[in-house]
T-cell receptor
Framework: DQQVKQNSPSLSVQEGRISILNCDYTNSMFDYFLWYKKYPAEGPTFLISISSIKDKNEDGRFTVFLNKSAKHLSLHIVPSQPGDSAVYFCAASAWNNNDMRFGAGTRLTVKP | DAGVIQSPRHEVTEMGQEVTLRCKPISGHDYLFWYRQTMMRGLELLIY????????DSGMPEDRFSAKMPNASFSTLKIQPSEPRDSAVYFC????????????FGQGTRLTVV
């Protein structure tokens, strides 16, 4: 049962433009959401997170938006840079369950 | 801290052989997670431990898979016997608490079963 879904396996954008990565979840108990970035041959690294009490969290070029009613979150990268090219994983956890569930990932390619 | 350390980085084994993957979590982290990365399902949670105790192993695909955490600084994931469909990248991660915070990942073990 895939509780966290990333329906776009890949995304390609031009350098300087906005990248928008999307994530949907099915478990209404999820209250903490994270984005991880993964380069080839490396482990995922934490990028940004958001609690369910917020609808937006910003960190430099990265902003995560949460729409609880739609069970949807998105990661915006502005402006996109070639170094942002990686696989991005969306993850979620619930207050009453200590595990963390991940989506299948979206491969972002930023073209110079 | 050196971060989460996994060994080996690569493992090639023949079908039917036993495989043991190792993980050293970050010191002071009470939670340890084992994930498997596949193309279709992304990062699948296999099992996680809290204070060395297995809490949820519902993600372990079959009885061929087992995991242990004999102490706070070491965990193993064993596959016996291994099969070609077990070929994947296996990640270990640790965190200070289970939910509400980020987990730190090791570099992974790429397992190939031929």
């Amino acid at each position: 049962d895939q509780q966290v879904k990333q329906n776009s396996p890949s995304l390609s954008v031009q350098e300087g433009r906005i990248s928008i990565l999307n994530c949907d979840y099915t478990n209404s108990m999820f209250d903490y959401f994270l984005w991880y970035k993964k380069y080839p041959a490396e482990g995922p690294t934490f990028l940004i997170s958001i609690s369910s009490i917020k609808d937006k969290n910003e960190d430099g070029r990265f902003t995560v938006f949460l729409n609880k009613s739609a069970k949807h979150l998105s990661l915006h990268i502005v402006p996109s840079q070639p170094g942002d090219s990686a696989v991005y994983f969306c993850a979620a956890s619930a207050w009453n369950n200590n595990d963390m569930r991940f989506g299948a990932g979206t491969r972002l390619t930023v073209k110079p | 801290d050196a971060g989460v350390i996994q060994s080996p980085r690569h493992e090639v084994t023949e079908m039917g052989q036993e495989v043991t993957l190792r993980c050293k979590p970050i010191s002071g982290h009470d939670y340890l997670f084992w994930y498997r990365q596949t193309m279709m399902r992304g990062l699948e949670l296999l099992i996680y431990f809290n204070n060395n105790v297995p809490i949820d192993d519902s993600g372990m695909p079959e009885d061929r898979f087992s995991a242990k955490m004999p102490n706070a600084s070491f965990s193993t994931l064993k596959i016996q016997p291994s099969e070609p469909r077990d070929s994947a990248v296996y990640f270990c991660a640790s965190s200070t608490k289970g939910g509400g915070t980020e987990a730190f990942f090791g570099q992974g073990t790429r397992l190939t079963v031929v």
